[in-house]
């Protein structure tokens, strides 16, 4: 019944900045947690960050200075910006939401990130 539809991503230099949007729509109740995931070439999926409904958040080390996760609770949306980015950024980035009450997770389709001069 949750849809999560992803923007934002596209070919990038390294240094460059991208801004990655994914909302939330096909439902009222509210989101617990939403945030960001990437798998690389080779990789698994991994953890990049996340925000809950009050506002904590959680970054991978890896990005910790680099990335920022902003989320607008009343559109069910979250951003990810992304500054000084790295070829070993690259990577399919997915969106991720958590509803506890419903005991539901959904995931978006993925939007790719390319980091490459």
């Known amino acids: 019944q949750v849809q999560l539809v992803e923007s934002g991503g596209g070919l990038v230099q390294p240094g460059g900045s991208l801004r990655l949007s994914c909302s939330a729509s096909?439902?009222?109740?509210?989101?617990?947690?939403m945030g960001w995931y990437r798998q690389a070439p080779g990789k698994q999926r991994e953890p990049v960050a996340s925000?809950?409904?009050?506002?904590?958040?959680n970054y991978a080390g890896s990005v910790k200075g680099r990335f920022t996760i902003s989320r607008d609770n009343a559109k069910n949306t979250v951003y990810l910006q992304m500054n000084s980015l790295k070829p070993e950024d690259t990577a399919v980035y997915y969106c991720?939401?958590?509803?506890?009450?419903?005991?539901?997770?959904?995931w978006g389709q993925g939007t790719l990130v390319t980091v490459s001069s």
């Open positions: 991720n939401a958590a509803v506890y009450s419903r005991a539901l997770e959904v």
């Open positions: 096909g439902g009222i109740f509210s989101i617990n947690t």
């Open positions: 925000m809950a409904s009050g506002g904590r958040t």
